[in-house]
């Protein structure tokens, strides 16, 4: 069974954007990861500076070795401050499980 995860980012607003083209960027990269099943960052319909982070992974070694990788240090490097308040990170399970 993959791996889902979803995480809210709450961006400071005056770095939405810059914030949005380093998830772009951070996507477009993980997406070539043998183990990444889906990698997708969606801006909040609701709330302008809500980003939600969508994953699946194979499993826990693709997402350790995901974040070993240089563009995830990257990513982090150029969101450092970025963030009102630390991630809400969902681990996701189905109902029932």
């Known amino acids: 069974m993959?791996?889902?995860i979803t995480v809210l980012f709450d961006v400071v607003p005056d770095r939405t954007e810059?914030?949005?083209d380093a998830f772009a960027r951070l996507c477009a990269e993980t997406r070539e990861e043998e183990g990444a099943l889906?990698?997708?960052a969606f801006?909040?319909?609701?709330?302008?500076?809500?980003i939600v982070l969508v994953e699946e992974w194979?499993?826990?070694d693709a997402i350790d070795l995901h974040?070993?990788?240089e563009y995830v240090a990257a990513f982090l490097a150029a969101t450092?401050?970025?963030f009102v308040r630390p991630p809400s990170?969902?681990?996701?399970?189905?109902?029932?499980?």
């Open 2 to 4: 993959s791996i889902e």
């Open 43 to 50: 801006r909040s319909a609701e709330h302008d500076h809500v």
């Open 89 to 97: 990170v969902h681990r996701l399970r189905p109902l029932g499980a």
């Open 67 to 69: 974040m070993k990788q």
């Open 58 to 60: 194979a499993d826990q």
């Open 18 to 20: 810059q914030t949005a």
């Open 38 to 40: 889906r990698f997708d």
């Open 80 to 82: 450092d401050g970025a």
